[in-house]
C-alpha cells in the first residue's frame, strides 16, 4: 500500500526535490566546515535574497537573477577574503549585510513584499514544479561533477593549503571555484527551505558527520544519509502535523545532530 504522503503528486516532487539537495548540500557543507568557512553559506544566501528582489522587481526569473547575483557575490566575497585586507570573517559579513540591505531596499523601491517573497524567504518546496526538479537536478549534478573531478586538489586545499599550494595545486582557483559552487548550491536549495535556512541544510548534517565519520570519505557519505534523514523525517512531519516543511526539515537535522551528540559523551 503507498502511503498517503506519496499519494499526492506535489508531495512526490517535494520529496525528490529534497532528496536531490540533501545529496547535494551536504558534500559542498563537509568542505565548508572543515575549512571554517560554514558562515559562507548564509552570506551567499542572503547576496541571493538581493538577487531574488532584483528578480521579482524587475519581471525576471527569481531564480536565474539569485543564481546571476549570487554567483557575482561569491566571486566578490573570494577576492576580498584572499586579498588579506580584512581580518577574519570581516568578508562575509560585509557581504550578508549588504546582500540583506539592497534586498530590502529593491523590495521597497519595487513595492514587492509579496507572498511570492515569503516562499523564497522560507521556502515552498511543496510548489516545486517539473521545471524546478529539471534546474535541481541540472545544477546538483554541475555541483556533484566539480567535486568529483577534484576531489583529491579539493581534498589538498581543505586539509593543508601551504602544503598544496608548494606541490602547484592551483588553490587560489580552487578557492574561487568552491566559493562559486557554494553559490550554486545555495540557490538549489532556496526552493526547498528558503534563503534563511539555507545554510542549515547545507552545514548541520556536515556538522553531525563529522562528529562520527573517521575518514573524510565516510563522512561525505554520513552527511548525504543525515541530510537524507532529516528531508524525508521533516517532510513527513509536515505533512502529517502541517508544519511548514522547510522548518520541519532543518529541526530533524537538528534533532538527529542532539542525538550523535549525546551518543559521543
Known amino acids: 500500500m503507498v502511503p498517503e504522503i506519496l499519494q499526492y503528486d506535489f508531495m512526490r516532487r517535494a520529496l525528490l526535490a529534497g532528496l536531490m539537495i540533501g545529496t547535494v548540500g551536504p558534500i559542498i557543507g563537509v568542505f565548508l566546515v572543515l575549512r571554517r568557512l560554514s558562515l559562507i553559506a548564509d552570506t551567499l544566501a542572503h547576496v541571493a535574497l538581493a538577487g531574488v528582489a532584483l528578480g521579482l522587481v524587475t519581471g525576471a526569473p527569481p531564480g536565474a537573477a539569485a543564481l546571476a547575483v549570487s554567483v557575482v557575490g561569491a566571486v566578490g566575497v573570494e577576492r576580498l577574503r584572499a586579498s588579506g585586507r580584512l581580518y577574519g570573517e570581516a568578508a562575509l559579513a560585509l557581504y550578508l549585510s549588504g546582500g540583506l540591505a539592497v534586498a530590502v531596499v529593491l523590495l521597497g523601491l519595487g513595492r514587492g513584499l509579496t507572498v511570492d517573497l515569503f516562499a523564497y524567504l522560507f521556502g515552498s518546496i511543496t510548489a516545486v514544479q517539473p ?49 562559486v ?30 562528529r562520527l565519520a573517521r575518514a573524510f570519505r565516510a563522512a561525505l557519505l554520513l552527511a548525504v544519509a543525515v541530510a537524507l534523514a532529516a528531508v524525508v523525517g521533516g517532510m513527513a512531519a509536515a505533512f502529517y502535523l502541517d508544519l511548514p516543511a522547510g522548518g520541519a526539515i532543518v529541526l530533524a537535522a537538528l534533532a538527529l545532530f542532539a542525538v550523535t551528540s549525546a551518543w559521543k559523551r
Not at 137 to 153: F, M
Not at 156 to 176: I, K, M
Not at 183 to 208: C, D, N, Q
Open 131 to 179: 521545471a524546478d526538479l529539471w534546474a535541481i537536478l541540472v545544477l546538483g549534478i554541475l555541483v556533484l561533477g566539480a567535486v568529483a573531478g577534484l576531489y583529491k586538489d579539493l581534498f589538498a586545499v581543505t586539509f593543508d593549503e601551504e602544503s598544496a599550494r608548494v606541490q602547484g595545486v592551483p588553490v587560489d582557483a580552487l578557492n574561487l571555484l568552491l566559493t
Open 181 to 210: 559552487l557554494v553559490a550554486v548550491t545555495v540557490v538549489v536549495a532556496m526552493r526547498v527551505v528558503g534563503v534563511l535556512l539555507t545554510s542549515a541544510l547545507v552545514v548541520i548534517p556536515a556538522v553531525t558527520a563529522l
